[in-house]
């Protein structure tokens, strides 16, 4: 995972929990001296989710609401200042959805040994859209939170609903 997933988990965590929290989870997940990681560098998938897991225990709270928490924040405040280019001009939460796709492809193009998401779009009927996830990290949990903050975002009540482990229903209003 790519390290910039990282350091928006971090900022999340001591802004909202406090450093000691995050520093727990680190200790809890075996890990003694923090690496630099910059938003380039690769971090390991399973020492990642190692943190989430040890994170959650710490905190006292479930993968799920570790992701909406995750995705709320990721959503509305760190990609806003990281990458605000591509919520420009982008008026709804459809607009910005139907986006991510190669907004994947694109904000990872130049990162060396990137392996970004991907998603297929299929309209179930006019207002609901299935999003279909493509990744070996199976991590559905963390979209389906994403999807959220960006309902939060754009202030639309979306119902999002969790269709397996490589699906999404949302439900515009
Ligand atoms: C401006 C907004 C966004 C940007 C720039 C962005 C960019 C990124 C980047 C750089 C990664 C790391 C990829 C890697 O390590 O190879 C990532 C991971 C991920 N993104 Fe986004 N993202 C955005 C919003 C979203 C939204 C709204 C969703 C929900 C549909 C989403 C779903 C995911 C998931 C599930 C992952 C975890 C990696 C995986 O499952 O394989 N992202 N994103």
Not at 19 to 24: R, Y
Not at 47 to 71: H, K, M, P, T, Y
Not at 117 to 139: A, H, N
Request: contains cysteine; charged residues 25%.
């Amino acid at each position: 995972m790519k390290g910039v997933i990282v350091l928006a988990l971090k900022e999340m965590v001591i802004e909202t929990y406090g450093i000691d929290k995050w520093k727990n989870a680190l200790a809890k997940a075996g890990i003694g001296e923090e690496p630099l990681i910059m938003p380039i560098s690769n971090v390991d998938d399973q020492i990642f989710l190692r943190v989430v897991n040890s994170l959650c225990e710490v905190l006292n709270i479930s993968f799920i609401q570790a992701a909406d928490a995750f995705g709320d924040y990721w959503v509305t405040v760190y990609s806003q200042k990281m990458y605000r280019v591509y919520y420009e001009n982008v008026k709804t939460a459809k607009e910005f959805l139907l986006k991510m796709d190669s907004v994947h492809v694109a904000s990872t193009k130049s990162i060396p040994d990137a392996n970004p998401p991907r998603f297929e779009y299929e309209w179930k009927d006019e207002k609901t859209l299935i999003m279909k996830y493509k990744s070996q990290r199976g991590l559905i949990d963390l979209m389906v939170g994403l999807i959220k903050g960006v309902g939060k975002l754009y202030k639309e009540d979306l119902k999002v609903t969790k269709l397996g482990s490589d699906k999404v229903g949302i439900v515009f209003p």
